[in-house]
């Protein structure tokens, strides 16, 4: 009954509210002499001579499958093709991973309205051949006037207020994100990274068949909020839906982004973001220039652990996805998990088990670690988790009514972490960024073709009651002025041996973490290719509510099986959306693939 929210979301498409992109890219690769023709060869690419670490020929692809494309020098996977193109096409001019990124991330905001952004924000993972990481934190951060119960009617009954219209959104962090990726990584003029996205805004994109129903989609839940302004953007002049093949022009937010690419700074003071301010404010928000203006994207040591030989680097709080990610992988080794045939019985049972305790953790203890002590260090403990782990019982399931989190806190003053992390390798990102649901509030700021999010639901809007993805959550993750609210965004990279292995990423709210465990596990206890990882079934359990959430291509022996375990299993149509990259360990080459299959998007390589 708490879940409708949840339900609504998880029934339908629940895939691509969230884009993660990732990138990869060694200038220094050239092809072996043996290895054929790259799929998206480029005979005028300038060849630089080989660096013997760097050697790769071209990956095994399956014939006809359009979900994956196989490279030497680079490659894209991303939820739009033409945002694809477009950062495939900055790594041809020289550019790096993070420069392609920032290309990919503006240009998402045009092609992928329904989560690529300027009026969201996100994490991205970075990291650099010669062994820098880093883990960019540009999460929205409630506006100065945000208070605790905010969202509560008179009878203190929480209301929609934290998910439709502008009152939901949170200050913007996607630009000044981007801008400090590229003043930390990036080599190509910034102007020249949001470009690309200007001429697909103003000249017009061609739309493909999941966009323009995502579009109708848009529009449909606009029309329901009396929101015919914003509504008129996604649909045509007389107010009927565009269909696959149409182009499709933004001119606003062509503007807003000429004016972002004269000056990023531009969408956090002066008159753009005194404009935005004041058109908020009356729409019913609470923005006002200053928080604007002190909005500031950090820049943060990621999480990074040792799992199977392996490196993991991934996503510190305000993001609970590196810290889950971490509890699960160790639970893999410390229950033996990859011992278990993938996908039995035996394996989802332990798996699940270990994330009813994980998101248990999750909820109460994670917050934004500049208003609240964040147990980090002992979170991400192996003795910790051990002890976490004892009451496993290998043929039942335990209720979720009988698990608690691991710890009670003091009170304590803010905690920082930091990690030191070393390693060479081809340079990579990962991004995951977001509106929250699928077009956020469903306002787009007149004028300025912004799109506004409703990240303010990922707070716990009353502590101990369901947000939209189910996740009950306690006070660690309570409204505060100027806080980020916890996400579980898990934008990640996997290194072996000191090169780059993988990189992983999905949308899909609180089922992105338990998507990229099983897509990292895939890769490393179970030593599939990351095609067959990302295609594979998906199952995810979170403490609350209690019950393993499974896709309708789990074998119905395996969910008999784990019903006479005691678990409840609840069918949704489609988890995530994993857009992941791997270096293929038999070539050395790059095999990206995109989720075609559960929500669209493209992958591209050379
Ligand atoms: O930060 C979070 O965890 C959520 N706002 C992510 C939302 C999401 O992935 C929606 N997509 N399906």
Redesign the pocket.
């Known amino acids: 009954m708490h879940h409708g929210i949840f339900h609504s979301l998880m029934k339908g498409r629940?895939?691509?509210?969230?884009v993660a992109l990732v990138l990869a890219c060694t200038p220094a690769a050239v092809p072996n002499s043996d290895s054929a023709t790259p799929q998206t060869g480029d005979a005028a690419a300038p060849v630089t001579p080989p660096a013997a670490a760097n050697r790769r020929s071209l990956p095994a692809r399956e014939a006809n499958d359009p979900a994956t494309a196989v490279g030497i020098r680079g490659a894209v996977t991303s939820a739009e093709a033409q945002a694809s193109e477009a950062g495939l096409e900055i790594l041809k001019r020289g550019g790096n991973a993070v420069d392609a990124a920032i290309a990919v991330g503006f240009a998402l905001a045009v092609t992928h309205p329904s989560a690529g952004n300027l009026g969201g924000g996100g994490f991205m993972v970075v990291r650099m051949a010669d062994g820098r990481t880093a883990a960019i934190d540009y999460r929205e951060v409630a506006p100065g006037a945000a208070s605790r119960n905010m969202y509560l009617d008179a009878k203190g009954e929480k209301t929609r207020g934290s998910l439709d219209g502008a009152k939901a959104a949170g200050i913007p962090g996607t630009v000044a994100g981007l801008q400090l990726a590229r003043e930390k990584f990036g080599t190509i003029p910034w102007a020249e990274l949001v470009a690309p996205a200007i001429a697909l805004a103003q000249g017009g994109h061609t739309l493909d068949s999941f966009h323009a129903d995502d579009l109708r989609g848009g529009v449909e839940r606009m029309m329901k909020l009396n929101l015919t302004a914003s509504a008129a953007i996604y649909r045509k002049a007389d107010g009927s839906a565009y269909a696959a093949g149409d182009t499709w022009k933004q001119p606003e937010l062509a503007a807003t982004l000429a004016k972002v690419a004269a000056d990023p700074r531009a969408f956090y003071e002066g008159p753009l973001a005194d404009e935005m301010a004041k058109q908020v404010t009356a729409l019913g928000g609470i923005w006002t220039a200053a928080d604007l203006k002190n909005y500031k994207a950090v820049l943060r040591d990621p999480i990074v652990f040792q799992y199977r030989g392996h490196e993991i680097v991934t996503m510190p709080p305000p993001s609970a996805g590196g810290v889950v990610l971490r509890q699960l992988l160790a639970a893999s080794e410390i229950l033996e998990i990859d011992t278990k045939p993938w996908h039995s019985v035996d394996e989802i049972h332990l798996y699940v088990e270990a994330a009813r305790r994980t998101y248990a953790d999750r909820n109460f203890l994670l917050g934004d670690p500049a208003f609240v002590n964040v147990p980090l260090q002992k979170l991400l403990d192996p003795g910790y988790l051990r002890d976490r782990l004892k009451d496993v019982d290998p043929l039942k399931a335990t209720p979720s009514s009988k698990v608690a989190a691991g710890m009670t806190l003091g009170t304590g003053s803010t905690q920082t972490t930091h990690f030191s992390v070393v390693d060479e390798a081809g340079n990579a990102v990962a991004n995951t960024f977001?509106l929250?649901?699928s077009f956020g509030s469903k306002v787009v700021i007149p004028g300025t073709g912004v799109l506004l999010n409703n990240?303010m639901d990922?707070f716990a809007a009353k502590p101990g009651t369901p947000n939209a993805y189910g996740l009950v959550q306690g006070e660690q993750n309570k409204i505060e002025p100027g806080k980020r609210m916890l996400?579980?965004?898990t934008p990640t990279i996997v290194v072996k041996d000191g090169k780059l292995r993988a990189v992983v990423g999905t949308?899909?709210?609180s089922t992105?973490s338990t998507t990229v465990t099983q897509v990292v596990r895939a890769l490393i206890d179970y030593g599939v290719t990351i095609d067959k990882a990302v295609q594979a079934t998906r199952i995810h359990h979170q403490w609350m509510p209690d019950q393993i959430t499974a896709e309708p291509s789990l074998d119905p022996a395996i969910a008999a099986g784990l019903r006479e375990r005691g678990h409840k299993i609840e069918e949704w149509d489609s988890i995530g959306h994993a857009n992941c990259i791997e270096v293929d360990p038999a070539t050395n080459g790059y095999r990206a693939v995109a989720d075609v299959a559960r929500d669209g998007g493209k992958a591209v390589a050379y």
């Open positions: 629940f895939a691509g509210t969230t977001t929250n649901t990240e990922d996400s579980s965004m949308p899909g709210g992105i």
